[in-house]
T-cell receptor, first 113, second 112 residues
Framework: EAGVTQFPSHSVIEKGQTVTLRCDPI?????LYWYRRVMGKEIKFLLH????????ESGMPNNRFLAERTGGTYSTLKVQPAELEDSGVYFC???????????FGPGTRLTVL | DQQVKQNSPSLSVQEGRISILNCDYT??????FLWYKKYPAEGPTFLIS?????DKNEDGRFTVFLNKSAKHLSLHIVPSQPGDSAVYFC???????????FGTGTRLQVFP
């Protein structure tokens, strides 16, 4: 069974540009989560999809962040326009049922210059 | 305000000895506590969990202890092996929210 995959693995952009991160969850996993880790800090929850619906988006920092999961399969997280403080590693996770066992992808390292 | 805290950023242990990683939390409503292990350039990998109604859970070389009155949990690894060298994250979850709340991580180094 393939794990959670994320693309790209790294992205370096300038302040004000737009970046779109993609996450492909494990096949059959209805639950998809986005998390972010800013340098040296804790991994912070951003939002949770159940299929194509946003179950909880309480962790989204502001309206420059837009997450979608059309069709309930892969998800994208767009940052527009990017700011310096958006730099960090963005993790995606998925789970078959709500609750404990969340499987994480390798993350996308975003650097905003 | 951080609800899950790992106050030791790093720990160095000799191979074969016990590694003890600590975690404190502030929210008494958490239902489960988890430990994740993370290697460089990889995502966190689930290691072991414990329900809030238990005080101990063991899985091979890994044991997690929960002290609810002190709002403290610890992960014991014995014996420690060089392959255990990684960053360990403590996390907590409530059934009604389904989001993991992580600590800042502890980097464990196991040397020969």
């Amino acid at each position: 069974e393939a794990g959670v995959t994320q693309f790209p693995s790294h992205s370096v952009i300038e302040k004000g540009q737009t970046v779109t991160l993609r996450c492909d969850p494990i096949s059959g996993h209805d639950n998809l989560y986005w998390y972010r880790r800013v340098m040296g800090k804790e991994i912070k929850f951003l939002l949770h999809f159940v299929k194509e619906s946003k179950q909880d988006e309480s962790g989204m920092p502001n309206n420059r962040f837009l997450a979608e999961r059309t069709g309930g399969t892969y998800s994208t997280l767009k940052v527009q326009p990017a700011e310096l403080e958006d730099s960090g590693v963005y993790f995606c996770a998925s789970s078959r049922a709500q609750g404990l066992k969340q499987f994480f992808g390798p993350g996308t390292r975003l650097t905003v210059l | 305000d951080q609800q899950v805290k790992q106050n030791s950023p790093s720990l160095s242990v000799q191979e074969g000895r016990i590694s003890i990683l600590n975690c404190d939390y502030t929210n008494s409503m958490f239902d489960y506590f988890l430990w994740y292990k993370k290697y460089p350039a990889e995502g966190p990998t689930f290691l072991i969990s414990i329900s809030s109604i238990k005080d101990k859970n063991e899985d091979g070389r890994f044991t997690v202890f929960l002290n609810k009155s002190a709002k403290h949990l610890s992960l014991h690894i014995v014996p420690s092996q060089p392959g255990d060298s990684a960053v360990y994250f403590c996390a907590a979850i409530s059934y009604n929210t389904d989001k993991l709340i992580f600590g800042t991580g502890t980097r464990l180094q196991v040397f020969p």
